[in-house]
C-alpha cells in the first residue's frame, strides 16, 4: 500500500478561531495551547514546527487555527476532513517549507490554493492530481522534492511537470505512467532521486536508460527495492 512510504501521518481538529494573525510570543503560545487542551497538538519544542496528533480528527477550522501561526515551515495533514476553503487558510503561511497531505478527501481542485506557498518539499497523497494540478504545481519556484500517487497520474496528467524543472527528489507510486514520461526526466538535471514503485507500466529498460542522461541518479523501481546507483540491479531488497 501507498501509504507505508509516507515518512509521518497526523490528523486536524474541529475548532472554530478568530481570524487574526499571530504577531507575539504570547498569542502564538495561546494558540499552542489551544490546539494541546482539544488534544490534537502533540508537544513540540521546534516553533516553527506544527505536529499534530494521529489519533485527532478534524476539519477546516483547524486549518484556520493553524494559519495565525505566522513561522510554521512544517505541517503534516492526514485523514482529516479538509476541503478547497479550509487549504485556501494556508495561503497565510509564508514560511511554510514542508507540506505533506494524505487521505484528506480533499478534491484535486484544492490544489491551486498552494501556488503562492514557499514549499520545498510536497506530499499529495489520495488526491486525484489531474493536468490541471501539475500546472499549479509548475508555479511552485522552491519546489525540490514531491512526492504524489495514484492512478489518475498518467502521461496526459504530468505533462506540465515534465517541460523542465529544479527537483532533486520525485516520488511517482502507484501511479499509469509510461515509459514516455520517464524518458522526459532527463531534462532534470539536478534531480538526485527516484521512486517509480508500484508504477507498474514503467519499465526497468526505460529506467536503466535514464542513467545515460543522469549518471548520478538513485531509482527505486516499479517492485520497490533499496535506492539503486548506476550499474546496480533494480529491485534489489538488500536481503540475501
Same mark, same amino acid.
Given at each position: ?67 495565525? $501561526?505566522?513561522?510554521?515551515? *512544517? #505541517?503534516? @495533514? =492526514? ?9 485556501? /487558510? &494556508?495561503? %497565510? $503561511?509564508?514560511?511554510?517549507? *514542508? #507540506?505533506? @497531505? =494524505? ?9 491551486? /490554493? &498552494?501556488? %503562492? $506557498? ?123
Amino acid at each position: 500500500m501507498i501509504r507505508r512510504y509516507l515518512c509521518a501521518t497526523f490528523t486536524l481538529l474541529g475548532f472554530i478561531p478568530a481570524m487574526v494573525l499571530a504577531e507575539d510570543e504570547a498569542s502564538i503560545a495561546s494558540i499552542r495551547a489551544q490546539l494541546v487542551q482539544q488534544g490534537a497538538l502533540a508537544e513540540d519544542i521546534n516553533p516553527n514546527r506544527v505536529t499534530l496528533r494521529s489519533d485527532f480528527k478534524g476539519d477546516d477550522d483547524a486549518l484556520a487555527l493553524i494559519a495565525q $501561526l505566522p513561522d510554521v515551515e *512544517t #505541517l503534516f @495533514i =492526514s485523514e482529516a476532513k479538509i476541503s478547497g476553503q479550509g487549504l485556501k /487558510h &494556508l495561503e %497565510k $503561511l509564508k514560511n511554510l517549507k *514542508t #507540506l505533506s @497531505i =494524505s487521505h484528506t478527501g480533499m478534491k484535486a481542485e484544492a490544489v491551486a /490554493h &498552494l501556488a %503562492k $506557498l514557499p514549499i520545498v518539499t510536497l506530499s499529495l497523497h489520495g488526491v486525484p492530481l489531474r493536468h490541471e494540478q501539475f500546472e499549479v504545481l509548475t508555479k511552485l519556484m522552491s519546489l525540490k522534492s514531491l512526492s504524489v500517487s495514484g492512478p489518475s497520474i498518467d502521461d496526459a496528467a504530468i505533462e506540465p511537470l515534465l517541460e523542465g524543472g529544479n527537483l532533486s527528489r520525485l516520488q511517482l507510486l502507484g501511479t499509469s505512467l509510461t515509459d514516455s514520461s520517464i524518458a522526459h526526466l532527463k531534462s532534470f538535471a539536478e534531480l538526485e532521486y527516484l521512486s517509480v514503485e508500484e508504477s507498474s507500466r514503467v519499465s526497468p529498460a526505460a529506467l536503466t536508460k535514464l542513467w545515460n542522461d543522469l549518471p548520478k541518479l538513485r531509482i527505486v523501481g516499479p517492485t520497490g527495492g533499496i535506492p539503486a546507483s548506476k550499474g546496480q540491479p533494480l529491485g534489489f531488497s538488500g536481503e540475501d
